[in-house]
């Protein structure tokens, strides 16, 4: 027998709302023991399965998940209409620069499970644009979904896939290209993309979130907004993250993504510049950007993008550690990694016990290239011993790179070739802004207590 379903509602609780003349939309107080619940009805997600779980969204716009029972008491407040058609279908202006979003996943494009608590990358971009009408007025936007993932689960072929899409777009003479994506893991893509599409000509923008959609604190709209202005007015074209530049809704910035890292976990300014400044600030509340740092690539659209997206998934990043074995880089060797990018101590250091590993890496053709746990400043290996030794040993040096830039970099030209002179010309070459040779004190942080 089938069972009966309603508005994501299945089972006797879709029976239960059919019965109420519920709909979503409509205010209802749910009571169930002492709790008394009042917000709108929304739908469901069919992920719930037949479980008796009523979403229902409270005044302060968080969502909550409760599980109906013989117990449970819901009555109608208010009838009211829930409107299910975005922006996309009824906003849009023609007229306006034509811009790509694409989605990958991550906390901007999720929301709350319910039933579980966790989040869950399953809002569609559609609901996501009904919460930002203001990118309305900015760009007539396209969307497409290239993944749906969470950005720890990002690998050197899903790089590929979405620089092939990212290429599409720009080929195709969109204004710019925004991607929605995770912030634990952007700064890799945001690399990745830099290097695959060569002579860009307009920007790409990576945005995330720090606080799901579903919470009041939610940064989604205002990062959005932010990535949009940048990829219609920035007179820039490289691969950029867009974030929060203060904890307050007053401006973002606009990171190089080769020079980008997030430094902390939860709060909305995460993502710093290292070794640089950023290139813009944004005032989406003005819709305004003024450039504040270099611009490496200048936005021209009679550039012909250039796609070169092959990365080798045989590349490995290892950090040392007092204690840190030579067994670790043997073993790569020994399972046949072509590369091995090391966060070494200070100015590019590793234990004198591991050299004759590193020497047997490179004899066996395995580039090794040094960078720093330190981020701020550059790899120096001529200073000390340790490091002279390491550079006998045919250690490449990163020079100011960050760790994961230096890994990304070295995957795309290990798939482009392994000839070890090639590697080497082609990393200490300044590809993407990824080097910068010029150092200031301005580029240190000041911490405000």
């Not at 307050?248 to 300014?269: E, I, N, Q």
């Not at 000839?419 to 080097?435: C, L, Q, Y």
């Amino acid at each position: 027998m089938e069972m009966h379903e309603r508005w994501g509602y299945r089972g006797f609780l879709a029976e239960l709302l059919e019965r109420l003349e519920l709909k979503p939309g409509d205010v209802v107080r749910v009571r169930k023991g002492g709790l008394i619940l009042e917000g709108m009805l929304m739908p469901r997600e069919l992920l719930y399965g037949d479980k008796p779980i009523l979403v229902v969204r409270l005044s302060s716009g968080y969502k909550v998940g409760i599980k109906i029972d013989e117990s449970t008491c819901i009555e109608k407040i208010e009838a009211r209409a829930f409107g299910k058609r975005s922006i996309v279908e009824r906003e849009q202006r023609a007229e306006l620069p034509k811009v790509a979003l694409l989605s990958t996943g991550g906390t901007i494009l999720s929301k709350i499970d319910y039933e579980t608590g966790a989040v869950k990358p399953s809002l569609n971009v559609g609901e996501l644009l009904e919460w930002a009408p203001e990118l309305a007025e900015v760009s007539f936007i396209e969307v497409r979904e290239v993944l749906r993932i969470f950005s720890e689960d990002m690998t050197p072929a899903l790089w590929a896939k979405v620089a092939e899409e990212v290429y599409r777009a720009l080929s195709s003479g969109y204004r710019g290209v925004v991607i929605a994506h995770g912030t634990d893991t952007m700064s890799y893509t945001a690399a990745a993309l830099a290097f695959a599409i060569r002579n860009k000509p307009s920007p790409i923008v990576l945005t995330g979130s720090q606080r799901s959609s579903d919470r009041p604190s939610t940064d989604s709209a205002f990062n959005l907004h932010a990535a949009f202005i940048v990829a219609v007015k920035a007179p820039f074209a490289e691969s950029v993250i867009v974030m929060h530049g203060g904890t307050g809704d007053t401006y973002a910035l606009v990171h190089r993504g080769v020079k980008a890292r997030k430094m902390h976990t939860s709060r909305r300014d995460a993502f710093q510049s290292i070794n640089d400044k950023p290139i813009a600030i944004v005032y989406p509340g003005k819709n305004e950007l003024r450039i504040v740092g270099r611009i490496y690539e200048e936005r021209s659209e009679s550039k012909e993008p250039i796609l070169e997206n092959r990365f080798d998934d045989k590349v490995a990043l290892v950090k040392t550690y007092p204690g840190f074995s030579s067994e670790t880089i043997d073993f790569l060797v020994d399972r046949g990694y072509h590369g091995i990018v090391v966060e070494g101590t200070g100015l590019g250091h590793a234990p004198n016990a591991a050299i004759e590993s590193f020497k047997r890496a490179v004899e066996e053709g395995v580039c090794v290239v040094m960078t720093s746990q330190c981020l701020f400043g550059r790899v120096n290996m001529h200073v000390y011993s340790t490091g002279r030794k390491l550079l006998e040993a045919g250690v490449i040096s990163s020079n100011d790179m960050l760790p994961e830039t230096a890994y990304v970099k070295l995957s795309w030209i290990l798939g482009k070739t392994r000839n070890m002179d090639e590697v080497r010309r082609i990393f200490r070459t300044n590809i993407a802004g990824e080097i910068n040779l010029r150092h200031t004190l301005d580029l240190y942080p000041r911490w405000v207590v």
